[in-house]
């Protein structure tokens, strides 16, 4: 069992930046792959981002915030970043971290994580 709790989101300006925090409980937190996704009023959620566990330490992203977002893990700590730059108004979303262990041809979609946070609001605007 794992619990995942977000936080660090906030009202940003556009061009501003924001580092989101989740934070897990449970024995096993460093073999689980963590995935942030997004989900913005009215429309599906969507992956961000993901680091595998297990020691692979591989990083995932999507073509929308790749260069401008980075995934970070501390598994002493038994927490997961994301450092969003550049950040824009079509950055606004909820954002929630997930843990599973997804194969890599579900590893961006929420079908491949078991735990959930409750998310973090980002809302990017002048």
């Known amino acids: 069992q794992v619990q995942l709790v977000e936080s660090g989101g906030g009202l940003v300006q556009p061009g501003g930046s924001l580092r989101l925090s989740c934070a897990a409980s449970?024995?096993?937190?460093?073999?689980?792959?963590i995935g942030w996704f997004r989900q913005a009023p009215g429309k599906e959620r969507e992956f961000v981002g993901a680091v595998r566990g297990s020691g692979g330490n591989t990083y995932h992203y999507s073509d929308s915030v790749k260069g401008r977002f980075t995934i970070s893990r501390d598994n002493a700590k038994k927490t997961v970043y994301l450092q969003m730059n550049r950040l824009n108004p079509e950055d606004t979303a909820r954002y929630y971290c997930?843990?599973?262990?997804?194969?890599?041809?579900?590893?961006?979609?929420?079908?491949?994580?078991?735990?959930w946070g409750q998310g973090t609001q980002v809302t990017v605007s002048s």
């Open positions: 449970g024995p096993t937190f460093s073999q689980y792959t």
């Open positions: 997930a843990a599973g262990r997804p194969i890599l041809g579900v590893l961006r979609l929420e079908t491949g994580y078991t735990y």
